[in-house]
Nanobody, 117 residues
Framework: QVQLVESGGGLVQPGGSLRLSCVAS????????MAWYRQVPGKERELVAS???????GYVDSVKGRFTISRDSAKNTMYLQMNSLKPEDTAVYYC???????????WGQGTQVTVSS
């Protein structure tokens, strides 16, 4: 079992920045990679960024150059630094942990990010 707790969401003006955090607990050593997803009402949950155990990162095109995903293994924490935020980034952001053995996905409770003037 893995537990994930997100924090750091909020209201920010266009062009502003936020940093999301996701603290993992439980069977952390079994996690293969982690990711951030986001979802707006009426739409599918969208993969935003992912990071492997070795630190290799990937991003959806719409956030490349603006968002940075990172992991601090000592703190069991994953981050998403979001800069130059746009109104279309408004969504609930979810932390995800994937365990290959059994193809298991764990999810956090989500944190709301609202970009508005």
């Amino acid at each position: 079992q893995v537990q994930l707790v997100e924090s750091g969401g909020g209201l920010v003006q266009p062009g502003g920045s936020l940093r999301l955090s996701c603290v993992a607990s439980g069977s952390i050593s079994s996690i293969n990679h982690m990711a951030w997803y986001r979802q707006v009402p009426g739409k599918e949950r969208e993969l935003v960024a992912s990071i492997t155990r070795r630190g290799l990162a990937g991003y959806v095109d719409s956030v490349k150059g603006r968002f940075t995903i990172s992991r601090d293994s000592a703190k069991n924490t994953m981050y998403l630094q979001m800069n130059s935020l746009k109104p279309e980034d408004t969504a609930v952001y979810y932390c995800n942990a994937f365990i290959a053995d059994g193809s298991i996905n764990y999810w956090g409770q989500g944190t709301q990010v609202t970009v508005s003037s």
